[in-house]
């Protein structure tokens, strides 16, 4: 298991979110310029997790499409978590293009530098945690920066509040985006919407 409790990694909703985070970044190769700039705010471990069968983080998806298209790039990955930050660290010692980091929230200028090219990826424990983003949310959409943002919803109205107000911000901002629903039956007759919502100033419309 990792931070996620009751959460094995590779499951039905992982693939999903990967499959659309691989297209996109399929989309935007086309368009990104030398010294692509990419943060994952929530990096988790990059290709396996101790006793389970070995499943390819974001982070570790993203960065091959960079290197197999020859695109230089920087990378910065946060990880609040000690063990996965060990284990971050271990596995990408010596790769002089990937900075491990800490919590992000504790990074001061983490989005000075973003910009049309470059890769914002947010993929938070829990949904209550965009509280702790939304500060930035708008600076990161004033700059044009490419955006891939994950939350889980259930049917709580705090959920949803949360949900509505990333809709508000992105229809008040001049790019694009696209949400791909996930939509899972949990016990006792709750259910849960995994959002995988795609920014970008690129059309969208091809994923």
């Known amino acids: 298991m990792n931070k ?4 094995e990694r590779g499951n039905a909703g992982d693939r999903f979110k990967h499959k659309y985070l691989e297209k996109f970044v399929d989309l935007l190769i086309p368009t990104i310029k030398k010294d692509f700039l990419f943060l ?16 390819a983080g974001g982070s570790k998806r993203v960065i091959d499409k960079l290197e197999q298209n020859n695109i230089s790039y920087q990378a910065v990955l946060f990880e609040s ?22 919590d992000w929230k504790a990074s001061k200028d983490v989005f000075k530098d973003v910009s049309p090219n470059s890769l914002v990826f947010y993929d938070p424990t829990k949904i209550k945690d965009y509280n702790g983003f939304f500060g930035h949310f ?12 994950w939350a889980g919803e259930e049917a709580y109205p705090e959920h949803q509040e ?41 059309n969208l419309n091809s994923l």
């Open 162 to 202: 949360i949900i509505n107000q990333i809709y508000d911000i992105l229809n008040n901002s001049i790019l694009n985006y696209r949400d791909f629903l996930r939509r899972q039956q949990l016990p006792f007759g709750k259910t849960r919407t995994e959002h995988n919502i795609v920014v970008s100033r690129i």
């Open 40 to 55: 994952d705010l929530t990096a988790g471990y990059w290709d396996m997790e101790p006793g389970s069968q070995i499943y």
């Open 138 to 149: 708008e600076n990161i959409l004033q700059k044009e920066a490419n955006m891939f943002l």
């Open 81 to 102: 978590q000690d063990n996965i930050y060990k284990d971050l660290e271990e596995k990408l010692q010596g790769r002089q293009n990937i900075v491990v980091c800490g």
């Open 4 to 7: 996620k409790q009751g959460y």
